[in-house]
């Protein structure tokens, strides 16, 4: 049996975290669906930079829609669409046969809108409203600004990927957004059932940035503790009395997924953050090249603990080296805002000198 099967019959889904035309002409995406048993995709602005900067398969469209005078996000979520759209009809058997637990697939709203909560709201409204299609995630960061967004769209019935988290308390403040917007949604007399999210908490970024602040022993292991940590957070909101109240209503848990998942040390296996984030009802999504890794030589660890483990000791050994998780934490959280700004401002900037380009012949 393939790796990725093993870890699907665990219960956690393997979504991509990559797409591109390319992948959707040559079919590349559906034998990742047959093969390796992705059920998935997110993307964001920097994936997309990639795939249109770095081919052709994007003239036509963005030759057409330029003469029709698009430019700038609107070009930009025109040809997003066009590719999650495909990608969502590849995914929407699993979607079907899971009843909406999985097969979906995530777009981000302008990432200059992340602390801005009534303009989230209106842009994740207006993408949910023009993608017609049931298996869209629209990814809302979980900043402070965020989380008013979330709740309402969540109220609104608008499926959210909440995204940026990346402490335990991150994921809390996520778990509540989702909660109160159920929580009004049964006030109002609407369905449970018709409202979904999941809470994405970044996990490689962690070792990344204390790689070189600590000793060989404790190097690459504070994103596996603070996921472990969430972890035990994840199952103690399941177990509470408040989500069994909504549970009862038939609503959908707000499934954990972990993200950020390619390994950022040459030196760490290339499936450091697959093997050893093994747990039931989350997800893991992968760059694309550790997906092939795990597909090729994926070894399976032990099922994360219920109750966090060794997460608490680990953590305060990095402590100790001065290291506060709960400052990191929040640091990363805004340079993941702020690089998801430049990944777009570089993301629209490659459309106008190509559109410019195309246009001159």
Known sequence: MKPTQKLHDLRQSLWLDNISREMLDKGVLKKYIDEYSVTGLTSNPTIFDHAIARSHFYDRSILEYSHKGLDGEE?????????LRRAADLFLPIYERTFGKDGWVSLEVSPLLAYD?????LEAQRLHQMFQRPNLFIKIPGTKEGLPAIEKSIFQGIPINVTLLFTPQHYLEAAEAYMRGLERRMAEGLPLENAFSVASLFVSRWDKATMNRVGDSLRNQLGIAIAKKTYKAYRDVLESERWKRLAQKKANTQ?????????????????????????????NTMPEETLLAFADHGQIGEVLPRDGGNADEIIAQYH??????????????????????????????????????????
């Open 117 to 121: 909560a009534q303009n989230t709201f």
């Open 255 to 283: 499934l954990l997924l972990w993200a950020s998942t390619g390994t950022k040390d040459p030196q760490a296996s290339d499936i450091l953050y697959v093997k050893n984030l093994v747990a039931p009802d989350t997800i």
């Open 75 to 83: 070009l930009f979520f025109q040809l997003a669409i066009e590719d």
């Open 320 to 361: 100790q080296q001065g290291i506060s998780v709960d400052e990191l934490g929040q640091q990363l959280q805004e340079e993941g805002a702020e690089s998801f700004v430049n990944s777009w401002n570089d993301l629209l900037s490659s459309l106008k000198k190509k559109a410019s380009l195309l246009r001159a012949f």
